[in-house]
């Protein structure tokens, strides 16, 4: 069992930045790809990025893309994505997300483990 919890979220205006962070309890996440996905309200959940198990390979989702890095500490304990230039439709509630396995994908259904989300907003 792996039990992952988001936090950093918050409220921002137009353009500013934010740094999420997420920790993982009861066992170590180095061992497994990650991911960050997002959902407004009335919409459904979807892929914002991913790195792969050995941190070697991350991928974006257009929207993001050039705006937003995901990372992991050198110890791999903590998963981070650092948001810049935010948008108002970067509004949202952000999850991490983990699976077991080397690569990371962009379907919901993929990860096994997700964290209860930390609420993200961008004021214009």
């Known amino acids: 069992q792996v039990q992952l919890v988001e936090s950093g979220g918050g409220w921002v205006q137009a353009g500013g930045s934010l740094r999420l962070s997420c920790a993982a309890s009861?066992?170590?996440?180095?061992?497994?790809?990650m991911g960050w996905f997002r959902q407004a309200p009335g919409k459904e959940r979807e892929f914002v990025s991913g790195?792969?198990?050995?941190?070697?390979?991350?991928g974006y989702a257009d929207s993001v893309k050039g705006r937003f890095t995901i990372s992991r500490d050198a110890a791999k304990i903590t998963l981070y994505l650092q948001m810049n230039s935010l948008k108002p439709e970067d509004t949202a509630v952000y999850y991490c997300?983990?699976?077991?396995?080397?690569?990371?994908?962009?379907?919901?259904?993929?990860?096994?483990?997700w964290g209860q989300g930390t609420q993200v907003t961008v004021s214009s």
């Open positions: 790195i792969s198990r050995s941190g070697g390979i991350t």
């Open positions: 009861g066992r170590t996440f180095s061992t497994y790809a």
């Open positions: 997300a983990a699976r077991s396995g080397s690569t990371y994908y962009t379907a919901t259904t993929q990860y096994t483990y």
